[in-house]
């Protein structure tokens, strides 16, 4: 009879790291790294971010699998490999945000924004004086991007309530409405410039500059993203809402108005919103079909009008004799843009939070 010796029990926890032991490792091998540099020839901040994330990678996963086991190393090499490609895609965003916002707050305060800027001869020295300021920049905006939401908003709301509750899914109609909308979203914005300039040029003639032409351009780009958006919205009403007040008698018409749109209607305007963010940063079809001035124009309908993405691309493109002043002036332009755009996406947030149908 053989006797054989009892085995080793078996372990129902594998090893464990320390708790921190992932930012110790990733600031010791920074350190190594920096040295080294140090020590052989010189400091290069790209190729140290470079060696030091894969010698992390390296030391961690190898170290993982030695304490703990191949599952956890794998784990901890790929949060690895993620929060590298986060990190890399944000610090661009990063760079230039802070790049805006450092020059851009230089130049902005209370004249810059509430006077016109331009250039002025003075008499009494014989020189070409420039005035930095961006009031005719930010009334063209507010203007050209107003009239735009006009156009486009009833327009892409009512297309989308087509294309959900009315329209049946083999409906030539219906397709050929989606078609059209999906090749909307995918054209240059160039494109809608020359698309309005023209067609402006046919009705009034070559000079065609103004801001309603303008405002058509940035029409055909915002139509189809509120069309898409409201569509996407509609769809997320529950269709027991719709069958339940039917079965009620109530119109059609009505149901879609006081019961589809309104628990839709959350929703339906972050899209607006977010649309309207989207076209207020435009710059070539703006350029193209109201061309810039420096004079102070708010009539629409007639002459050139400035906007702040078109004032920061002339700016920095054609300055002026004083090329400091000229570039300092595109960064504020562009200052006021970014502090616009947060405050549309901010009031996104806002109705978002206000319309929703748990918040009422």
Do not use: H
Not at 92 to 103: A, D, H, N
């Amino acid at each position: 009879m053989t006797v054989t010796a009892p085995s080793a029990p078996l372990a129902l926890t594998s090893g464990q790291l320390p708790r921190f032991i992932e930012p110790m490792v990733l600031v010791g091998v920074a350190i190594v790294v920096a040295g080294l540099q140090l020590l052989f020839g010189g400091f290069n901040i790209a190729a140290w971010l470079i060696l030091t994330a894969v010698l992390y990678l390296i030391a961690i996963g190898v170290g993982s699998s030695i304490v703990e086991n191949r599952r956890k190393a794998v784990d901890r090499v790929v949060r690895g490999l993620v929060t590298a490609a986060f990190l890399l895609a944000v610090a661009p965003l990063i760079s230039t945000l802070w790049t805006v916002v450092s020059k851009g707050l230089a130049v902005v305060n209370l004249q810059f924004i509430t006077q016109v800027g331009g250039t002025a001869f003075d008499p009494d020295t014989l020189e070409v004086v420039a005035t930095a300021g961006a009031w005719q920049a930010i009334t063209g905006t507010l203007i050209i991007t107003g009239i735009a939401a006009l156009i486009s908003v009833p327009i892409g709301i009512l297309a989308a309530v087509y294309l959900v509750e009315y329209a049946q899914p083999s409906n030539p109609l219906r397709r050929a409405i989606t078609f059209l909308v999906d090749v909307m979203t995918g054209i240059p914005s160039i494109v809608a410039g020359l698309f309005a300039f023209s067609l402006f040029s046919l009705i009034v003639g070559p000079k065609a500059f103004s801001g309603f032409s303008a405002s058509i351009a940035l029409s055909v780009l915002m139509i189809p993203i509120v069309i898409r958006s409201t569509e996407e919205m509609l769809r997320l009403v529950p269709a027991d809402l719709r069958e339940a007040s039917l079965a009620l008698g109530v119109p059609r018409s009505a149901t879609i108005i006081k019961v589809v749109l309104r628990t839709a209607a959350s929703g339906i305007i972050t899209g607006v919103v977010l649309a309207v963010a989207r076209v207020v940063g435009e710059t070539a079809p703006i350029f193209i079909a109201a061309s810039f001035t420096d004079n102070f124009n708010a009539n629409p309908f007639e002459g050139p009008m400035q906007t702040l993405p078109v004032m920061a691309y002339t700016a920095y493109s054609f300055p002026g004799q004083d090329i400091d002043a000229s570039q300092a002036q595109a960064w504020g332009a562009a200052f006021l843009l970014v502090v616009l755009v947060v405050i549309f996406n901010l009031i996104a947030r806002i109705v978002a939070a206000v319309f929703a149908p748990k918040a009422r």
